[in-house]
Nanobody, 123 residues
Framework: QVQLVESGGGLVQVGGSLRLSCVGSGRTFRNNAMGWFRQAPGKEREFVAGIASSGRSADYGDSVRGRFRISRDNAKNTVDLEMNNLKPEDTAVYYC????????????????WGQGTQVTVSS
């Protein structure tokens, strides 16, 4: 059974930091671009960050660029999201995702989704 499992979510104060981790099982994801999306209550799921299969290129949503950093370890089948200077508007369920492509993540090409982890930023 192929799975993506997130961890690391929780409650944090404004300005704080969290590190989310996602581990894949059931197959290797070394050839997939990987990414993080988030969804707040009443809102559509939005792109947060993505990283190419090689790990050499990454891109970010406008609202998190400069505060979040995505990384991956293909040997461990993991992708992490380091989140700094968190704001209340970062509150959402965060989802790990594997894209069919190896170059760039698009919500329209997601092959696998994780179950999500809640991040709550309190003011």
């Amino acid at each position: 059974q192929v799975q993506l499992v997130e961890s690391g979510g929780g409650l944090v104060q404004v300005g704080g930091s969290l590190r989310l981790s996602c581990v894949g099982s059931g197959r290797t994801f070394r050839n997939n671009a990987m990414g993080w999306f988030r969804q707040a209550p009443g809102k559509e799921r939005e792109f947060v960050a993505g990283i190419a299969s090689s790990g050499r290129s990454a891109d970010y949503g406008d609202s998190v660029r400069g505060r979040f950093r995505i990384s991956r370890d293909n040997a461990k089948n993991t992708v992490d999201l380091e989140m700094n200077n968190l704001k209340p508007e970062d509150t959402a369920v965060y989802y790990c995702a594997a894209d069919i492509s190896g170059t760039k993540v698009s919500i329209h090409r997601i092959q696998y989704w994780g179950q999500g982890t809640q991040v709550t930023v309190s003011s």
